[in-house]
């Protein structure tokens, strides 16, 4: 007897079977919402231990996304590329920051998401994929860090003491505090000097308040004689000053006469040059006319008439000839 199966029954049950498993999948993985989640990268600076594919991200405590990669960064090894997927609906701004924090004893940890208060909106830099949200490291990083820092500087305090405190350090220790005992003992048994020493000291502290005193009045004296001596001083400035003053117009005085010299001396370089040499044709002039005056006087004496007739250049009269006495 043959069975009367619907094999295309049969196929559209299984169909609508994938279908449910698929869609129930998809449920599971979204964690039973509908919501819509934007991609964001934290890249962390210390150790991401208990963090995984998958972890919570939460906004202040409260569930707002997931993990999706957890990767160390190519280019820089010493920090941890985190990508996130975030609900759209919660508000990223650039002063939001990352934090990582442990889930009780379990060992895993989340990522917690603070601030973004009126702040800037987060963009993407150049050369990412999506915004870059800033890391802030762990209390516990922080706490691990100090302590490492702490334990570094009290291995290096420890290794310095026990440098101070080897034997010979510790043998010359000793010996300063037997010297100390020594120097305690000597003092003990110079007590008496001691005390004399101090009484001379309070004596030498008087006689030297005395001079202090003294030196005072000293101080005050020699400012008054300072005093007395500005006066003079400045009377001597004054006297200078006046000095000054005599010894300018002395000056004045000495370049007038130069110049009053200097002119005589072109004055005499004119008469040299120009009334000299007219007072010498003068002279020799008058020379010749007095040297003519007496020719003719000697003329007058010894021949008067030719006052009347002329000199012995003029012509014979008749019968003056030569030969007229004969």
């Known amino acids: 007897m043959e069975s009367k199966v619907n094999y295309s029954v049969v196929g ?35 150790s991401v231990s208990g963090l995984n594919a998958d972890s919570r991200v939460y906004f202040n405590g409260v569930d707002v996304g997931y993990i999706d990669s957890i990767q160390i960064d190519q280019s820089n090894p010493d920090k941890i590329r985190i990508r996130l997927s975030i609900d759209q609906a919660v508000p990223i701004r650039a002063n939001t920051t990352a934090q990582l924090q442990s889930q009780g004893v379990t060992g895993l940890s989340v990522l917690n998401l603070k601030g973004g208060k009126g702040g800037k909106a987060l963009f993407t830099p150049a050369g990412e994929c999506c915004p870059v949200i800033d890391y802030e490291p762990s209390l516990f990083s922080k706490l691990e860090g100090g302590l490492n820092e702490t334990m570094v500087r009290l291995v290096s305090i420890s290794e310095r003491l026990d440098g101070l405190l080897d034997a ?21 048994e110079e007590r008496g000097e001691i005390q004399s020493l101090i009484r001379n000291a309070a004596r030498t502290m008087e006689h030297t308040a005395d001079l202090t005193a003294g030196g005072e009045k000293l101080v005050a004296q020699a400012d008054t004689t300072l005093r007395s001596l500005d006066g003079a001083i400045s009377r001597v400035s004054s006297t200078m000053d006046t000095f000054d ?35 010498s044709l003068l002279i ?11 020719t003719f006087t000697n003329t007058l004496d010894e021949d008067p008439s030719q006052v009347v007739f002329g000199g012995s250049n003029r012509a014979s009269g008749p019968g003056e000839g030569p030969g007229a006495n004969r």
């Open 284 to 294: 020799r002039d008058v020379r010749a006319l007095s040297h003519r005056l007496a």
């Open 245 to 279: 003053q005599t010894a300018d117009r002395v000056a004045v005085a000495a370049e007038s006469t130069v110049s009053f010299s200097r002119a005589g001396e072109r004055a005499a370089d004119q008469i040299s040059e120009q009334t000299l040499p007219e007072i």
């Open 168 to 188: 010979d350090n510790v043998d010359a220790i000793d010996q300063t505090l037997a010297n100390l005992n020594t120097i305690s003992t000597a003092l003990a």
């Open 12 to 46: 559209l049950f299984v169909l609508l079977l994938v279908a449910a498993s698929a869609v129930t999948a998809w449920w599971l993985y979204s964690g039973g919402s509908t919501r819509q989640y934007s991609p964001y990268l934290v890249y962390a600076t210390d």
